[in-house]
């Protein structure tokens, strides 16, 4: 299996693989903000955490984490998906965290633990992200990271709400990983407001 389970751990964050081990963690920080009603994302309801779990298991292209804090609380779920080991290509996705940890050290580090595996482990030639066009928090996100905007896939995916939504595609290359690595550590480095 390319990529095999790992756990990649850091000072903010430590990332496992997924199981229903983390499901009351995760039934309870999706309470956190709501996240199960933004019309423009994915995330499960609380009832439906231990059945999302089980289908991001399942699925044969993709890598589940479970997102914890350093104190072992699972905080939300992150995968590498659409695995293409062939062409030695992932997407990181399918992300989400409780409300209290967004916009913090958290998903900075753990973006840059999944980045280093992919690139420096994995050989990866590309790494992609995806996101509703419409998701305007989570492009500014990724942008932050310094990945490029590659175009817009448009109707792409029916929305569980019957909408049409139009993905952004956005990816980071290994001659680009090195100024990435460089800004996603000073990121964590500086003093935060």
Same mark, same amino acid.
């Given at each position: 299996?390319?990529?095999?389970?790992?756990?990649?751990?850091?000072?903010?964050?430590?990332?496992?693989?997924?199981?229903?081990?983390?499901?009351?963690?995760?039934?309870?920080?999706?309470?956190?903000?709501?996240?199960?009603?933004?019309?423009?994302?994915?995330?499960?309801?609380?009832?439906?955490?231990?059945?999302?779990?089980?289908?991001? +298991?399942?699925?044969?292209?993709?890598?589940?984490?479970?997102?914890?804090?350093?104190?072992?609380?699972?905080?939300?779920?992150?995968?590498?998906?659409?695995?293409? $080991?062939?062409?030695?290509?992932?997407?990181?996705?399918?992300?989400?965290?409780? !409300?209290?940890?967004?916009?913090?050290?958290?998903?900075?580090?753990? !973006?840059? %633990?999944?980045?280093?595996? $992919?690139?420096?482990? %994995?050989?990866?030639?590309?790494?992609?992200?995806?996101?509703?066009?419409?998701?305007?928090?989570?492009?500014?996100?990724?942008?932050?990271?310094?990945? !490029? %905007?590659?175009?817009? +896939?448009?109707?792409?995916?029916?929305?569980?709400?019957?909408?049409?939504?139009?993905?952004?595609?956005?990816?980071?290359?290994?001659?680009?990983?090195?100024?990435? !690595?460089?800004?996603?550590?000073?990121?964590?480095?500086?003093?935060?407001?």
């Amino acid at each position: 299996m390319w990529p095999a389970p790992v756990t990649l751990t850091g000072k903010h964050v430590t990332l496992t693989p997924l199981s229903q081990d983390h499901r009351s963690d995760l039934e309870e920080a999706v309470h956190d903000g709501d996240l199960h009603r933004l019309w423009y994302t994915t995330v499960p309801a609380p009832d439906a955490v231990g059945a999302e779990i089980e289908r991001r +298991l399942s699925l044969p292209d993709m890598l589940p984490f479970a997102v914890l804090t350093p104190d072992g609380k699972a905080v939300g779920m992150t995968t590498y998906m659409n695995i293409d $080991a062939t062409n030695r290509r992932v997407e990181i996705g399918s992300t989400w965290y409780r !409300k209290a940890v967004q916009r913090g050290p958290l998903n900075t580090e753990a !973006k840059l %633990l999944l980045l280093t595996h $992919a690139f420096d482990e %994995l050989d990866c030639i590309a790494v992609e992200f995806r996101t509703h066009f419409l998701n305007h928090q989570s492009r500014r996100a990724i942008e932050r990271l310094g990945a !490029k %905007l590659d175009g817009v +896939l448009r109707n792409h995916i029916t929305m569980e709400n019957g909408t049409l939504r139009d993905t952004a595609v956005y990816s980071i290359l290994p001659t680009e990983w090195p100024a990435v !690595k460089a800004n996603l550590t000073w990121q964590l480095a500086k003093p935060r407001d």
